[in-house]
């Protein structure tokens, strides 16, 4: 999307006994761990993001490198499951690359695992954080999600001024 939901909440309303968590990424310890080279190289790249190989409206350019809005601190915005190319680079160089922040980005030091209860309730912003369902259940699982506000990514490059 060009403008992707910025918000995200998970309401557990029944729990399996054993499995289902839910798997976090901070995508800026993950930025703030590359390497000044491997920063310098991201800067200013910007990616084709697409939720359907066939469906051409659901696609959109981000950059690879965002800021948030308060802190402006940088952040990774490419993950394997969206992010298709890297604009302006062949297409083996794009994937060799977002196969490295694929693998780094998900590394066991920047994420946390939630077990799940019943009436659990996570909010997180999704410009700034991966997530991930873990499929190692069987029993019932039922959870309630709500996406709030959707927002272009803020080019970690581009000019602009904090609200």
């Not at 054993?18 to 990616?47: E, I, N, P």
């Not at 209860?117 to 909010?123: E, T």
């Amino acid at each position: 999307m060009e403008e992707p939901v910025r918000f995200s909440t998970l309401h557990m309303q029944v729990s399996p006994p054993h499995g289902g968590d839910t798997m976090w990424s901070s995508q800026v310890a993950a930025y703030d761990a590359l390497s000044d080279r491997m920063k310098a190289h991201l800067d200013g790249l910007t990616a084709h993001h697409s939720a359907h190989v066939n469906r051409p409206e659901l696609c959109a350019q981000h950059p690879v490198v965002t800021r948030h809005p308060l802190t402006d601190r940088r952040s990774l915005f490419t993950n394997n499951l969206f992010t298709r190319s890297i604009a302006d680079m062949d297409p083996l160089e794009s994937k060799a690359l977002l196969d490295f922040l694929a693998a780094h980005s998900t590394r066991p030091e920047f994420t946390c695992r939630w077990q799940w209860r019943a009436g659990d309730l996570a909010i997180w912003d999704n410009h700034y954080v991966q997530h991930y369902a873990v499929g190692d259940y069987t029993a019932d699982r039922k959870i309630h999600r709500i996406e709030v506000r959707k927002v272009a990514p803020l080019d970690a490059v581009a000019e602009y001024t904090p609200a």
